[in-house]
């Protein structure tokens, strides 16, 4: 899936502010997010849903607070019962 569809607004939020962080782990975790739920409902999900495992942090926030993005989509897995072959 191309990442193309990924020129949202909360997308380009947080990975403007990625000046260090691996780009392709960055680029894989979103397109991972789009390819399971979805561009609408990814995008709300990087801003809205509360990660417990995170300190109660939206994805978008433990991204930009330097979590390692693989992390992140783990715990959203984990929040949305994704199977875990999808991890």
Do not use: N, Q, Y
């Not at 991972?32 to 999900?45: I, N, V």
């Amino acid at each position: 899936m191309s990442s193309t569809r990924w020129h949202c607004v909360p997308v380009r939020r947080v990975r403007k502010s990625f000046a260090s962080l691996d780009d392709v782990r960055l680029t894989e975790f979103t397109e991972l997010l789009t390819t399971e739920f979805g561009a609408a409902t990814a995008d709300s999900m990087l801003v809205d849903h509360a990660l417990i495992e995170f300190g109660g942090k939206t994805a978008a926030e433990a991204l930009e607070s330097g979590v390692d993005p693989r992390d992140v989509w783990v715990a959203l897995c984990r929040d949305f019962d994704v199977p875990r072959t999808r991890w």
